[in-house]
């Protein structure tokens, strides 16, 4: 991302005009899912700061899970597309400016929840409080883990987020 932003730079373009999106391995997006983007970023007064995030559905391997998987993997799906809407999270995919990435100095590779952390350094880089995350009305499908055991290792890798607590006590005096 570091050489595309040099490179558009180079070209004389607008890095807040240009989008990147990150993804999982397993995401597979609809059709206009990169017009929504385009969309939602056009309906912002400013859209340069913002993450837009879609939605996640597990459907296509669920039949294959274990029951309980199943019912969190649903469950999960149902959040992230329905509640909670006044403050959003960010979960895997998402989608930014080439400018804002550029401006919050990129992606820490050191940090295993890369996408939390981009929305706290983006809460952190436009004064903290704002709503930073702006929702984008297209499903991206991805794939459950099936087995619990399979659950567990990422649930595991999940709670290394915890490490987001200790980094917003050093980002506080800038909230």
């Known amino acids: 991302?570091?050489?595309?932003?040099?490179?558009?730079?180079?070209?004389?373009?607008?890095?807040?005009?240009?989008?990147?999106?990150?993804?999982?391995?397993?995401?597979?997006?609809?059709?206009?899912?990169?017009?929504?983007?385009?969309?939602?970023?056009?309906?912002?007064?400013?859209?340069?700061?913002?993450?837009?995030?879609?939605?996640?559905?597990?459907?296509?391997n669920l039949p294959a899970c274990n029951p309980i998987v199943m019912v969190f993997a649903q469950l999960r799906c149902q959040s992230e597309a329905f509640a909670n809407l006044e403050f959003l999270q960010v979960e895997s995919n998402y989608s930014l400016t080439l400018g804002l990435a550029h401006d919050i100095d990129?992606?820490?590779?050191?940090?295993?929840?890369?996408?939390?952390?981009?929305?706290s350094k983006v809460m952190a880089s436009t004064?903290?409080?704002?709503?930073v995350v702006v929702q984008v009305w297209s499903l991206i499908l991805n794939d459950s883990v099936c087995s619990l055991q399979d659950r567990w290792v990422q649930a595991k890798r999940h709670m290394w987020g915890i490490e987001e607590v200790a980094w917003a006590f050093i980002l506080y005096p800038h909230l």
């Open 1 to 60: 991302v570091r050489q595309l932003y040099e490179h558009v730079r180079q070209r004389d373009m607008d890095p807040f005009r240009v989008m990147v999106t990150v993804c999982d391995a397993d995401s597979l997006f609809d059709t206009v899912f990169l017009e929504q983007v385009e969309g939602e970023f056009w309906r912002q007064p400013d859209g340069r700061r913002f993450i837009y995030n879609s939605p996640i559905n597990t459907h296509r």
């Open 106 to 119: 990129y992606w820490d590779p050191t940090n295993t929840s890369e996408d939390y952390h981009m929305m």
């Open 127 to 131: 004064g903290g409080g704002k709503i």
